[in-house]
C-alpha cells in the first residue's frame, strides 16, 4: 500500500543524505591521507604501496621510501617503481640518460640490475613480488626492448614476435607476468605468451598494455574494447577454461578515456579518468577518489592513482596549492580479512609527513 509522506519525513530524508554525501558514506567506503612530501618545497608522486602501508615515492629528482612513520631518502635520480612486502623497493637509475639502469634496493643496499646487451643502455625495473622475483624491460641487441625477469640473474622473457618491442609490467604471487608485446597487451605463464583479447590501438591513447595482475590471475590495463577510439580501462578475468574475458570499465562521468594501474586481490582496481584518479570496484562502479576523502581532508584533489594493496591503500598523485604531491590513501574499511582492526587507542590523524607536522597514525606496521 502506498502512503503518503509528510513534509516533516521529507526534511528528515533530504538531512539524512545531505549527511551521507558530505561525508563520502554513501559509497559505504572513505579515505584519509597521508602527504609523503619529504620537504617543503619540490613536487612528486607516489607510485607504489605494499600491504604494510610502506610506499615508494618520487619527489623533486629523487627517490623515496616511506616506512610507515617516516621517508628514507634511496638517492638522487632514483626513481622507484615498484615495492613487495619485504619492503623491497625497485625502479631506474636516471643518473647517466645514456646508461639508465634498473635497481633494487633491499633496505640496506642497491644492486644493479644490468639489461640484455643492447648498445643503448636502458632498464627498467617496474615490478617485484614476495619472492624478490623482480620483472621490467630492458634494450637488446638491435636496441629492441624487450620484458625481462630476474631472480638474482637477468633473463629475457620469451616472445613470439622477437623483433618488436614488448615489457613486463608486473608479476604475482603465482608467476605470471602481464604486459605489452608491439599493439597487444599479453600475459606470460610459464613458458607461454597468451595475447589478451577484446582490445586493441586506440587513436587516442596508443596501443594496449596490461598493467597490473593479483593473484587470482584477475588483470587490468587500457586499451580500445569495442573499438573506441579513446583508450579505456580494462580489466580481463579468467574464463575457468584457459581463456581471459575483458570488461571494459568506462569512464568517469564527463571524460572519454581511462586507465587502470592496479589492482589488489579484493579485485578493487585503480587509475585515472581525464583528470581524476579513481577507484573502481563491482560494488561501486568507478568512482572519483575525491568523492571518497573524509571530510577533513580539504585542498587535494586525487589526479592519478598508481597502486593498491591488498589491505586497501592507494598510492596516488594529488594536486594542491599549485604543485603536484605523493599521497598515500588509507581506507576506514579494508577489504574483508586483509587488515588486523585496529586498537581502540589508535587515533587517525590528517596532516603531513613534514617533520613537525601532522601525520596518520595507523596501525603497528611490524
Known amino acids: ?65 616511506w616506512d610507515g612513520t617516516k621517508n628514507i631518502p634511496l638517492g638522487n635520480y632514483m626513481q622507484p617503481y615498484g615495492i613487495n612486502n619485504n619492503g623491497w623497493v625497485v625502479g631506474q637509475n636516471k643518473k647517466n640518460s645514456n646508461n639508465r639502469r634498473s635497481f633494487v634496493w633491499d633496505g640496506n643496499s642497491f644492486t644493479d640490475i644490468g639489461n640484455l646487451g ?31 625477469k630476474w631472480d638474482g640473474q637477468i633473463h629475457k622473457i620469451p616472445d613470439l614476435y622477437p623483433s618488436y618491442g614488448y615489457g613486463a ?52 590495463g587500457y586499451g580500445n574494447p569495442g573499438g573506441s577510439a579513446y583508450a579505456h580501462a580494462v580489466m580481463w578475468t579468467p574464463d575457468g577454461q584457459g581463456g581471459y574475458v575483458p570488461q571494459d570499465l568506462g569512464t568517469l562521468d564527463g571524460e572519454q578515456y581511462s586507465t587502470a594501474r592496479g589492482v589488489n586481490n579484493a579485485g578493487w582496481v585503480v587509475g585515472w579518468s581525464g583528470s581524476s584518479a579513481f577507484l573502481y570496484t563491482s560494488d561501486l562502479g568507478m568512482v572519483a577518489l575525491d568523492d571518497l576523502l573524509v571530510p577533513s581532508i580539504t585542498g587535494y584533489s586525487i589526479i592519478l592513482a598508481r597502486d593498491v594493496s591488498n589491505t586497501g591503500y592507494i598510492a596516488a598523485e594529488a594536486y594542491h596549492d599549485e604543485r603536484y604531491f605523493p599521497v598515500l590513501l ?30 596518520i597514525k595507523k596501525r603497528p606496521l611490524f
Request: no cysteine.
Open 1 to 65: 500500500m502506498k502512503r503518503n509522506v509528510s513534509i516533516k519525513d521529507r526534511v528528515f530524508v533530504a538531512i539524512f543524505l545531505a549527511i551521507m554525501m558530505a561525508t563520502g558514506k554513501s559509497f559505504g567506503l572513505s579515505f584519509t591521507l597521508i602527504d609523503l612530501s619529504p620537504s617543503q618545497s619540490g613536487s612528486g608522486w607516489a607510485v607504489a604501496v605494499n600491504d604494510l602501508g610502506q610506499a615508494a615515492s618520487y619527489w623533486s629528482g629523487a627517490g623515496y621510501f
Open 118 to 148: 643492447g648498445s643503448y643502455m636502458f632498464s627498467r625495473a617496474w615490478d617485484i613480488n614476495d619472492e624478490n622475483i623482480i620483472v621490467g624491460e630492458a634494450t637488446k641487441r638491435g636496441n629492441y626492448l624487450a620484458a625481462y
Open 169 to 220: 609490467y608486473a608479476i604475482n604471487e603465482r608467476g605470471q607476468i602481464v604486459g605489452y608485446r608491439s599493439s597487444r597487451a599479453v600475459l606470460w605463464e610459464g613458458n607461454q605468451i597468451i595475447p589478451l583479447p577484446g582490445v586493441g590501438y586506440a587513436q587516442h591513447g596508443g596501443a594496449p598494455a596490461a598493467t597490473d595482475i593479483n593473484d587470482n590471475g584477475i588483470i587490468v
Open 330 to 359: 588509507v581506507p576506514d574499511s579494508p577489504p574483508s580479512g586483509t587488515m588486523p582492526t585496529p586498537e581502540p587507542a589508535t587515533i587517525v590523524l590528517v596532516g603531513s609527513a613534514l617533520a613537525g607536522g601532522w601525520f
